[in-house]
Each structure stands twice: as C-alpha cells, then as structure tokens.
C-alpha cells in the first residue's frame, strides 16, 4: 500500500512537471511582461518570415482532409495531374500526406502539438485557431499567387486579408437525392427531411451528417433561423427538432452517405456538393450514367456554405517547404486541376480559365448569383459551441 | 528399509529444519516475483500510468479551444455525471449491454454444452477453431460486411421479405443486437467451454440414479459446475458490450448516443477530454465494484 502511494505520488509529480512544461503558450499572456494574448512561438513565425520565395527547407507533413488533394491511382483514374508528385518533383522534397475527417479532430492533433507543415482547416476552425495562437501568419512575399484569388475570397470574415489563410475550396452544404424520390419542381425544400409529411414517403431512407454544427445548421434554417444561432430557445428548438426527425432517418453519416444513397440505402441525403458529385463520378460507368438518377440541390430555405483554407499551423517545422506548398496550390494550372479532380469550386480566379467548362457551368458547384445569396458561412461561436454539442448530444441520446 | 529410511529422513528435516525450509520458500517466492517483473512493468506503464492520467485530466480544466489545462483543479466534469443527459445514455447502455449479455448466454451455453460433450477430442478441436475463426480478420471488417448482409439487397433481407417476415434491418435496433451478439458470441462460449468441459459427469449418472430427472441434473448439477464459466463469460461479454460504439454507429446508423459514442465524442468533436475522462473513470470504478461483488458472491456459492 505504502509502495502504491508513492508511485501516486510521483506520477503527480510528473504530471505537474509536465503542466508547467506547457505554461509559457498557456500563461504567457496573463503575465505582465507579455500584454498580447495568445501568441505562437516566436521561432517558427521568424523562421517563416526568413524564408525566400521558392526556398524549401525539408519535408512537408501535409495534414488534408480524406481525398481532397489528387494524387496516386485516384489521380489517375479522375484523369488529373498528381499534384503531391508534382510538387515533390518541382521542389525535390517529399510529401507526406496525413488525412483527417473532421476539423475538430485535426484542432486536437494540432493541440496536442503534433508538428505538421500545412493544414486545411475551414472558415470558422481558422479563427478558433487564429484566436488560440495555434497559426501563424503567412509571409505574403513569399506567395504571390495570393494575387490570383478573386476578390471576394480576399477579405473574408474569418481572417480579413488571408493573414493567416489561404482559401483552398468552397463548397456548400445541402441535399443530394435520387430524381422521383422527392418533389423537386420548385426547388427542394429542407422539408424533405425535417416535414413529417414530405419526408415520410423516404422514412428510414435518408441521411444527416453527423456534425454539430452542419447537421443543428440544418435544421436550424429550416426553422428559418441563422445557423449561427446563439439563442439557447432556438438552438434547443434545433434539437429537439432533430430528434423527433430520427424516427424518419437513416443513418446520421459524415463518411460513406454518398455511398448510401448510390447503392439505394437512401434516397435523401444531407452532405457537402463535391462529395456527391465525386461519388455519382464513381458509380457512373461505360453503359451508365448516375447522373440521370441523381442530384444535388441547394435548398430553397438556404443552405451552409464554406471555404477551407491551408494554414501553417504554430507547430510547424519546414515553415519554408510549407509556403512554397501554399504558393504552389495557388497557381492558376495546379488550382484548376484540384477543382477538375474534386468537383468542389475553386476560390482561384485565375485558375477558371483552366477549369473543365462542364464544371464552370454546374450550378451544383458555381451556383448563380440568386442562390448565393441564400447561402450563409459557419461562425466560431466561441463558448457557445459547447452549447451545440450538448444540445446535439441530446438530441440524439 | 530404504522405505523406514527415507521416512525418518523427511521427519527429521521438517522437524528440524523449519527455517531452512522457510528460507528455501522465501527463494522460491523471490525467484516468482522476479519471473513476473516483466509483467508488472508493463501493467504499469501501460495500465496503471495511463489510469491515473485519466484520473488526473479528470480534475482538470478547458483551454478555450477545449485543450485540457493541468491547473484550475475542479470537480465540474465529475458533478456533470448525474445529468440527466447522462443518465438517459447510461441506463440505455446497460439496459442493451445486459440484452446482449443474456442473448449469448442463452445460445453461447447450448453450443458451447454441445462442444464439450462430443466424443473425439479432434471434433472439440475442430469445433473450437470455428469458433475462433472470426478473429483472424478485423472486428471493424466484419461488421461492415453485417451491413451488406443487411442491406436492401443483402441476404437477410431478400429471405425476410420472400417469407414476409421481416424487411430491411440495417440502421434498426434489432441489426445493432445482430452485430453485438455475433461480435462478443465467441467471449462467451470459450469459458463455458472450458467449464464445462472439466465437469466429472459421473455426478450427473449419479443424480440420475437417484430418480433426478434430465432437467433436475441438469439444473442441479451441471449448471452449478458451469457457474465459473458462466461468470467469466458474462463479465468478457458484458464489459465490451457496454463500452460497443462500432456497431451502433455502423449497423444502428449512430441514431442512439451510447456510453461508447458519448465518450469518443468527448475526447474528439465536443473537446472535453476532463468529462470524458470522468466518464470513463467513473465507470471503470463501477465496473471494478460490480465485478468485486460479483466473483465473491459467485465464488461462495460454488
């Protein structure tokens, strides 16, 4: 028993060595002589001020999310340029690729102070981070294909003047669904899955994500409130809204719903446009066109929509090999073959002139003017995220 | 002679030499505990380190991108236990744990009484590496291709709908309860194998020579003898069963938060590795007890 007490007691110890091992992040702006809140290491963002354009400094350790970057055999088979070899060639480095499906689950890695190179957090993941001191900021004169960047994608409000991001992709978040399943003449309603009445000729056969924040944004809009919502009564009306809708679902599904809905295990599905393109892509063959039997829509209610970016995060450990990557995507050629590869819009002005025509002209992708103004982008909530996720936990216990 | 001989001889050494032999005990029980050092080592490092780091983040606080912090100690993720939200997760996944406990004793027991009782030692064998078989390819594998056996298409189904009885079980309770059962069937068989393997069934002969009927025997002989296996098996089911995640989120279409999901969510999206590890914490203190009590008034009655 003595012998037990004694171990406790030195892995308290240890555990206390290790808490004041972490201070100085943590602590650094509540003392005095450090006003700024939360600031990065100083060594990797002086690093990655010193570094010339094109210069590398090491490998990279890419931290994407699944299938979102063409390369290998996917590559081939999409008939797209393979752009980690691309960039291992032009650069003389190597790529390795760590995928990830969730930006919370990447937020956790990054916190824990795995060291990766360049990461692609969305919008809203920028400014948890930004704010937490967890990304560093870019050195602009070393990418100057941020100058190929539409106008719009310049000053978004997440990170004003691409500080500390450079947009990637955008997309939305809406409804894909197998045509004659769901009334469709006059746009699709998020009814289809959150009526009762509508949605009850697909009961057992549609899919939500599995996501607080997307999965609550839903049915948020359609109670025609803001996904960023941070009233306690809407928020649980969101809720409990999804909760009497699980009687008519499913699955909840983030990672294989476009599977389900092309092998007729759904028939309505909630999920990310490129997602559902890539995978009608995919069940199309010589004699068959998925197409014909399925679409994508963005409903009339509104819809979610999004942009992921590439980050370094303060981690780092090649800040030079990481920005050479970021100028790299950027260009005009590379950008296009990333939106030819992963069906999602690409923020890269001058990449369209290199986009496939067919998919400049795909509303599911480049949706027109009037339904871009339905769409909304994910706010950081601060503290009221946790707020969500018990409310989403509720909802589904 | 030589036997007259050898007699006196061990007589003389126990009565005589008491603290050789009690020497000689110590070298044999240091020489054990140094046999099990790699043991306990690796229980340590493994085990019991990560344990206490479980039950020190417990204590701990949330950075406000949900890190947990060593410092500002509370006691909140431990109060939050008696939420009703958790309370709701918590009887749910007793409540299908127990289910999926009592399914595979009721059909692990009769295959398993099957095996031990045949003849040839080969068909035991042969029998029992069926049983294993699953093992030799993933768990996570394995119940996604429950799905397709699920499915609209799959097996199952078309049989259900060509009898009627049933139509598409995927992402229903009842496919989360397939998937549970054919996952943990096997913790459950393999003791009660053992068990009742060893029973001596010349007991069983002799209730039945004293006008015991086969249910009688049965109930008052050999299911008393199983009783160790039947425990063992009960705990190797029960305990996974509570903690299942896989299943509910693949063939259940993760529409119910079970303890497993709710824990994985604390440590993942919803950041709050302090409550997730009260969570995990306080059911591992619950789980020791039950078990505690369980062996003891288990063991007493044997």
Same mark, same amino acid.
């Given at each position: 028993m003595k012998r037990l007490m004694i171990l406790i007691a030195a892995v308290a110890l240890i555990g206390a060595a290790c808490g004041s091992d972490s201070d100085p992040t943590t602590t650094a702006g509540s003392g005095t002589d450090a006003p700024t809140t939360e600031a990065p290491p100083e060594g990797a963002q002086a690093m990655a001020?010193?570094?010339?354009?094109?210069? %590398?400094?090491?490998?990279?350790?890419?931290?994407?999310? %699944?299938?979102?970057?063409?390369?290998?055999?996917?590559?081939?088979?999409?008939?797209?340029?393979?752009?980690?070899?691309?960039?291992?060639?032009?650069?003389?480095?190597?790529?390795?690729?760590?995928?990830?499906?969730?930006?919370?689950?990447?937020?956790?890695?990054?916190d824990a102070g795995v060291g990766y190179d360049v990461i692609v957090p969305s919008d809203y993941m920028v400014s948890i981070m930004k704010d937490a001191g967890l990304l560093i900021e870019l050195n602009q004169d070393v990418i100057p294909n941020m100058a190929n960047l539409g106008a719009e994608f310049t000053d978004l409000p997440y990170d004003p003047g691409n500080l500390y991001s450079a947009p990637y992709q955008w997309g939305t978040t809406g409804i894909g669904y197998k045509y004659g399943e769901i009334d469709d003449s006059e746009g699709v309603s998020w009814g289809v899955i959150f009526d009762p009445d509508m949605a009850a000729a697909n009961a057992g056969y549609i899919s939500l994500l599995d996501d607080e924040r997307e999965t609550m944004g839903a049915a948020l809009i359609y109670l025609g409130y803001s996904l960023n919502s941070t009233s306690e009564a809407e928020v649980d009306e969101a809720a409990a809204l999804i909760k009497e809708t699980k009687d008519l679902i499913a699955a909840f599904n983030s990672a294989d719903y476009t599977d389900l809905l092309t092998a007729g295990e759904t028939m309505v599905g909630q999920g990310w446009n490129g997602d559902f393109l890539f995978a009608y892509d995919e069940a199309s063959t010589d004699d068959y066109d998925a197409y014909e039997? !399925?679409?994508?829509?963005?409903?009339? *209610?509104?819809?979610?929509?999004?942009?992921? %970016?590439?980050?370094?995060?303060?981690?780092?450990?090649?800040?030079?090999?990481?920005?050479?990557?970021?100028? !790299?995507?950027?260009?005009?050629?590379?950008?296009?073959?990333?939106t030819n590869y992963n069906y999602y819009a690409?923020?890269?002005?001058?990449?369209?002139? !290199?986009?496939?025509?067919?998919?400049?002209?795909?509303?599911?992708?480049?949706?027109?003017?009037?339904?871009?103004?339905?769409? *909304?982008?994910?706010?950081?909530?601060?503290?009221?995220?946790?707020?969500?996720?018990?409310?989403?936990?509720?909802?589904?216990? | 002679m030589t036997l007259t001989d050898e007699r006196s001889s061990s007589h003389e050494e126990t009565a005589v030499n008491p603290k050789l032999e009690r020497k000689a005990h110590r070298r044999e029980s240091w020489r054990g505990f140094l046999?099990?050092?790699?043991?306990?080592?690796? #229980?340590?490092?493994?085990?019991?380190?990560?344990?206490?780091?479980? =039950?020190?983040?417990?204590?701990?606080?949330?950075?406000?991108?949900?890190?947990?912090?060593?410092?500002?100690?509370?006691?909140?993720?431990?109060?939050?236990?008696?939420?009703?939200?958790v309370r709701t997760i918590v009887t749910r996944s007793l409540w299908m744990a127990i289910l999926n406990t009592v399914l595979c004793l009721i059909i692990g027991y009769q295959f398993a009484y099957w095996i031990a009782t045949r003849r040839s030692q080969k068909v035991r064998s042969f029998l029992l590496i069926l049983v294993l078989i699953p093992?030799?390819?993933?768990?996570?594998?394995?119940? =996604?291709?429950?799905?397709?056996?699920?499915?609209?298409?799959?097996?199952?189904?078309?049989?259900?709908?060509?009898?009627?009885?049933?139509?598409?079980?995927?992402?229903?309770?009842?496919?989360?309860f397939i998937g549970l059962?054919?996952?943990? #069937?096997?913790?459950?068989?393999?003791?009660?194998?053992?068990?009742?393997?060893?029973?001596?069934?010349?007991?069983?002969e002799a209730a039945r020579d004293l006008y015991a009927s086969g249910v009688k025997a049965f109930l008052r002989v050999t299911l008393p003898l199983s009783k160790p296996g039947i425990i063992a098996g009960s705990i190797l089911v029960f305990i996974p069963s509570l903690g299942a995640y896989v299943t509910p989120d693949i063939l259940g279409g993760a529409k119910t938060t079970l303890l497993g999901n709710f824990i994985v969510t604390q440590f993942g999206a919803a950041r709050n590795w302090p409550f997730g590890s009260a969570l995990s914490g306080a059911i591992l203190i619950v789980m020791l007890l039950a078990t505690i009590v369980y062996f003891r008034t288990g063991g007493r009655t044997v």
């Open positions: 001020d010193a570094c010339a354009l094109g210069e %590398t400094d090491g490998d990279l350790n890419l931290y994407n999310w %699944t299938e979102y970057i063409p390369t290998g055999s996917v590559a081939e088979d999409a008939e797209v340029t393979d752009l980690v070899k691309k960039f291992e060639d032009e650069f003389g480095v190597d790529v390795v690729l760590t995928e990830y499906d969730s930006n919370e689950v990447m937020l956790a890695q990054i039997d !399925f679409g994508y829509a963005i409903p009339i *209610e509104g819809a979610a929509a999004w942009v992921d %970016t590439m980050a370094i995060p303060s981690t780092v450990e090649h800040p030079c090999t990481a920005q050479a990557f970021i100028n !790299f995507m950027l260009d005009a050629v590379n950008g296009a073959e990333l690409s923020p890269n002005e001058a990449a369209e002139e !290199f986009i496939w025509e067919e998919i400049l002209e795909w509303d599911a992708i480049y949706p027109p003017d009037d339904v871009v103004e339905r769409l *909304e982008f994910f706010a950081d909530l601060g503290d009221f995220n946790n707020y969500y996720a018990d409310a989403y936990s509720a909802a589904k216990s | 046999h099990a050092v790699p043991a306990y080592v690796y #229980l340590i490092i493994f085990f019991v380190l990560p344990l206490i780091i479980v =039950y020190v983040f417990s204590f701990a606080s949330r950075s406000r991108t949900g890190r947990p912090e060593l410092e500002g100690w509370n006691v909140d993720s431990w109060t939050r236990l008696t939420d009703e939200l093992f030799w390819s993933n768990f996570l594998v394995r119940t =996604y291709a429950w799905r397709m056996l699920l499915d609209s298409d799959g097996y199952i189904t078309q049989i259900g709908e060509l009898t009627g009885l049933w139509g598409r079980m995927l992402f229903t309770i009842p496919a989360v059962l054919y996952g943990y #069937l096997p913790f459950m068989v393999l003791p009660l194998y053992a068990a009742i393997e060893r029973i001596d069934w010349s007991l069983v």
